[in-house]
């Protein structure tokens, strides 16, 4: 999805998606640490907690903090070519300052972002991010990112579960993904939820993924049914 909204990664004729993706460029509305909503106050981030995988690793989720663009720089750089080129639908060698900024200044409310690290050695594996829609409050775009060496894990899942509860809780009903047409493992996973094709534009698709109420469950599949490669931020 597109970051993903990171490693970067997830039916019917749509309209075309013209606009531009809230997180593959900053929106003049949205700026670190800084709500859309008025009188919003930033929330706080919320705890961490370790996460067995469901073959054996474990892992630290927790969200991401101003003082990680170390971390989201070192998983950026440890991203294959194609795994860039899907998360930002173009070639991208290196994330500018502004850029990190961006990625970890948030306001734990119309945007925020969960990321995994490796207790063994402390480098990130994965981030899922959401940001919300300037012009509809109850819409935000997600994107999750695993590192090459960790997909296939179930992670993407785990991040995309905790996210969605973060995300229903800050008034959001459903997730949007803009993704590359080619990225097949993300229609796969998204075959297996209540996504629907929005619209298209060139050589891209546009989800919308409905999430339930809080306390009704998520319209995200169980783990072991998603893969990992959802377009998303690192």
């Known amino acids: 999805m597109s970051h993903a909204t990171k490693s970067a990664h997830p039916v019917v004729a749509g309209t075309p998606v013209a606009r531009r993706s809230p997180l593959r460029w900053i929106p003049g509305w949205l700026r670190p640490?800084?709500?859309?909503?008025?009188?919003?106050?930033?929330r706080p981030a919320g705890p961490a907690g370790l996460v067995a995988l469901r073959e054996g690793s474990r892992v630290l989720i927790r969200p991401v903090h101003s003082t990680d663009a170390a971390l989201v720089a070192d998983g950026f750089a440890r991203l294959?070519?194609?795994?860039?080129?899907?998360?930002?639908l173009t070639a991208k060698k290196q994330l500018s300052g502004a850029e990190l900024r961006y990625l970890t200044d948030v306001d734990h409310h119309d945007h925020e972002a969960l990321v995994?690290?490796?207790?063994?050695?402390?480098?990130?594996v994965g981030i899922a991010r959401y940001i919300r829609h300037a012009g509809d409050p109850h819409a935000a775009e997600i994107a999750v990112t695993i590192v090459d060496d960790w997909q296939g894990r179930g992670l993407g899942t785990e991040?995309?579960?905790?996210?969605?509860?973060?995300?229903?809780?800050?008034?959001?009903?459903?997730?949007?993904?803009?993704?590359?047409?080619?990225n097949t493992a993300v229609a796969r996973m998204l075959r297996?939820?209540?996504?629907?094709?929005?619209?298209?534009?060139?050589?891209?698709?546009?989800?919308?993924?409905?999430?339930?109420?809080?306390?009704?469950?998520?319209?995200?599949?169980?783990?072991?049914?998603?893969?990992?490669?959802?377009?998303?931020?690192?």
């Open 80 to 88: 294959s070519p194609r795994s860039r080129q899907l998360r930002f």
């Open 33 to 42: 640490g800084r709500s859309g909503l008025a009188g919003h106050r930033p």
């Open 159 to 182: 991040l995309v579960t905790r996210l969605s509860g973060r995300a229903r809780h800050a008034g959001i009903c459903r997730f949007t993904a803009l993704v590359a047409e080619d």
């Open 116 to 124: 995994a690290v490796n207790p063994a050695d402390g480098r990130g």
């Open 192 to 234: 297996n939820t209540t996504a629907s094709l929005a619209g298209r534009g060139p050589g891209t698709a546009e989800y919308q993924i409905p999430l339930a109420p809080p306390g009704k469950g998520t319209a995200i599949p169980a783990a072991g049914r998603c893969q990992d490669r959802v377009r998303a931020p690192c």
